[in-house]
């Protein structure tokens, strides 16, 4: 019962609140426009979170490298199971200023399986890259707003 107390105390404050560090950032961030399927998912993800930019402050510039390999191999030298590794290096930067706000890099992982018909692998392999690409959008969105929070 004194635990909200002992947090208002302590100075924290919800992200999400209103007037809270995530308000600087909804409807302001310009996300890099994309060049490929994931930079699609990304930037999609990122706009569910932080809003389609109205009044853009900020630009955030990414570059995105993705890495397939094998882990499930069978006795007859068959993959049956990958990991797809994402690593995403960002930058926020304030559109008046050209000053850089924060950046940093995500990296994650997820897996698909490749057996049964070559559609079906397809098809996993394009669910488990729609999945990484949120992932690491996520990992984003979060640090941007606790940069927010600690900017003056």
Request: with cysteine.
């Amino acid at each position: 019962m004194l635990a909200p107390l002992a947090m208002a105390a302590c100075g924290f404050a919800p992200a999400l609140a209103p007037d809270g560090p995530a308000t600087a950032l909804m409807g302001r961030v310009q996300v890099q426009d994309p060049t490929d399927k994931n930079g699609f998912d990304l930037v999609e993800r990122l706009e569910e979170r932080l809003g389609r930019p109205e009044a853009p402050r900020y630009d955030l510039a990414y570059a995105i490298v993705t890495e397939t390999v094998g882990v499930g191999i069978t006795t007859d030298n068959k993959t049956t199971r990958y990991n797809l590794k994402g690593v995403i290096d960002y930058t926020l930067t304030d559109r008046a200023t050209g000053a850089r706000v924060t950046g940093g890099r995500v990296q994650s992982f997820t897996a698909y399986a490749a057996t049964g018909s070559t559609v079906a692998g397809l098809a996993a392999e394009e669910d488990a890259s729609l999945r990484l690409m949120r992932i690491l959008a996520d990992q984003i969105t979060a640090r941007l707003i606790a940069a927010m929070a600690r900017q003056p």
